[in-house]
Nanobody, 119 residues
Framework: QVQLVESGGGLVQAGGSLRLSCAAS????????MGWYRQAPGNERELVAG???????NYADSVKGRFTISRDNAKNTVYLQMNSLKPEDTAVYYC?????????????WGQGTQVTVSS
């Protein structure tokens, strides 16, 4: 069983920064893609940023230029550096890891970490 443990959330003023961490219980080489999702009250969960095993990244339009996803394979950890935070970034942020097989996709999720941005 894979465990993903997020940390780094909290309360920050608009314009501030936070760095989220997602530590995996196993080598992250086993995952084809890892990413961060977020869910605000009343909204669906949405993809914020993703990174493949090869290091390719993608971002939601709303965070491009402000957020950076990265991975440290030696530490089995994925990070999300969030700069220039806005109140609309307030949400629970979830770490995701996915294994892609010809039979389908297996997803693993962390428990979530709250990010609150005050205006």
């Amino acid at each position: 069983q894979v465990q993903l443990v997020e940390s780094g959330g909290g309360l920050v003023q608009a314009g501030g920064s936070l760095r989220l961490s997602c530590a995996a219980s196993r080598s992250i080489f086993m995952f084809n893609v890892m990413g961060w999702y977020r869910q605000a009250p009343g909204n669906e969960r949405e993809l914020v940023a993703g990174i493949t095993s090869g290091g390719n990244t993608n971002y939601a339009d709303s965070v491009k230029g402000r957020f950076t996803i990265s991975r440290d394979n030696a530490k089995n950890t994925v990070y999300l550096q969030m700069n220039s935070l806005k109140p609309e970034d307030t949400a629970v942020y979830y770490c995701n890891a996915a294994v892609l097989r010809y039979t389908g996709r297996s997803d693993y999720w962390g428990q979530g970490t709250q990010v609150t941005v005050s205006s």
